[in-house]
């Protein structure tokens, strides 16, 4: 029987919901069995025997996701675990978890170019989708191509195939979503190739001279050429750079000088062809879609990137939720006997970061993460490979020495390894403008934080290195690689980012594993082919022995 004080402790923490230090704001722990051993114990027990059972699948991958937070580094994802768990449990979040997070196998990848130590989202594209890679700046092509090289890039062998053009050739359906414009560099290396990320319409080709005249803009591209006018389901921002904006506006991104209204070429290609299509702009009319009948949806939701979920139109006329997109973009392509390949990015993580607003990214992650969780409910992962990972990080850190449950965009208002004694945030950044530093004739000076609220939107955090604005600078590190289903423990330690395109191809038996012969290592280190359905000791990556010794373990610890 629960004794009563416990019972009064219990309810006083729930009241009490929130602990004020100071200036700062510190979320309870959601149990006090944390302090106890056996609470630990009993977790690692768990996860032991759930590592055991972990189901290996070998069968062919009929579906393929790929979600991608552009930007979602190990910092950026740690960050929104805790964010999460704070705001939407009240509790300290450190101990919660994102969705991906509970995926059976994960992998490391490197994420440097062939000329970059750090990367951008156009060549770290190339290496996930197409399996090859790339320089700085770059889409969609190979080595071989430099920077604004025109020529170079409409050699064929500089034109590698993408995952989704060997999904399209296997009889597949395919598309992709992002938050941030149709031909921003992500997703643009799925279907075009140019040697500048920046080359999404005709106006900014030309400022590079006549040169570039004999390649084809980035919009051109997913309209005009395979694989791009093949997707079932194109859906982002960036009205602009296909010359159909849909209101005045005064910013001029990259506005088309040839007149060309490339959405209503789209939709005359479609006519012309007999499909039936829906091109839509607002969550009314996405909602609308019969996914059942209509072959084509292209929706552009943004005349450049699309809000930021903090700043989004909420309402029916407004844009759509990133998880609305991927419901309507998953029923449509359901609609595919032979499977599908769907490429889903959350790029204005990405954007957000580089304007050092850490509330808006966080918001932008749980939002991805509601994508995730959807699609899950969805698909059957025993026929569905699902991916999550990120194209590099940036330079964001979770620094100082925080208490347990310190909101993670507060302060913190103590620590004596700080030298001028003044609070800061827990998140700061390596470069952006929010460089904020003087000198007073003996010591530089830093901004103090006392009554500031740290947890607003706009508040931009102290970085090290000044730049301009939307210019803080991505990070070098490793990201992770999260997944389920068919062949995901082919993930399984240090990877170069071109294996994710060649984990998705192999499982689905698409582009260079299209013949589907399985290769397989025996104990021997040789490589054979052998019956995929006969695998043993896959669940954990063990060999034999090596199983007996941890089930051995796992029963001595449930003594």
Known sequence: MTSLPLILLVAAAAAAALVHYSNATVFPRPSEDENGSDY????????????????????????????????????????????????????????????????????????????????????????????????????????????????????????????????????????????????????????????????????????FGPDTAACKDIARQLVEDVPGKHFKVVMGGGRQEMGSPKTDITEDNCKRSDGMNLVRDWINHKEENGKSYAYVTTTRELQSIDTKNTEYILGLFGEIHMPYETDRDTSLDGCPHIKEMVEVAINRLKNSDNGFFLFVEGGMIDNALHITSPKRALEEVLAFEEAVELALTMVNTEETLVVVTADHSHGMTINGYPPRGNDILGIVTESEDVSDGLPFTTLTFATGHGFNYSFNGNEVVRPNLTGVDTTDKDYVPLAAIPTHYDYETHGGEDV?????GPWAHLFHRVHEQTHVANVMAYASCTGPYKDC???????????????????????????????????????????
């Open 40 to 207: 630990w114990l009993k977790l690692g027990r768990e996860e032991i025997e759930e590592a055991l059972l972990k189901p290996t699948l070998t069968n062919v991958a009929k579906n393929v996701i790929l979600f991608m937070g552009d930007g979602m580094g190990i910092t950026v994802n740690t960050a929104s675990r805790i964010y999460k768990g704070q705001k939407k449990h009240g509790y300290s979040g450190e101990e919660g978890h994102l969705v991906w997070e509970k995926f059976p196998n994960i992998g490391l990848l490197k994420t440097y170019d062939l000329d970059k130590q750090v990367s951008d989202s156009a060549s770290t594209a190339t290496a996930y989708l197409c399996g090859v890679k790339a320089n700085y700046y770059t889409v969609g092509v190979n080595g071989h191509v430099k920077f604004n090289d025109c020529p170079a890039s409409l050699i064929e062998e500089n034109r590698p195939a993408s995952i989704l053009q060997w999904a399209q050739e296997a009889k597949k359906d395919t598309g992709f979503i992002t938050t941030t414009q149709v031909t921003h560099a992500s997703v643009a290396a799925s279907y075009a190739k140019s040697a500048n990320r920046k080359w999404q319409c005709d106006k900014k080709m030309k400022k």
């Open 480 to 484: 992770a690689a999260f997944a389920v």
């Open 517 to 559: 012969h399985r290769r397989e290592v025996t104990a021997s280190s040789e490589p054979v082919t052998k019956n995929p359905e006969r695998r043993s000791s896959g669940a954990t990556g063990l060999l034999p022995g090596n199983i007996f010794i941890f089930v051995v373990a796992v029963q001595i610890l449930s003594v």
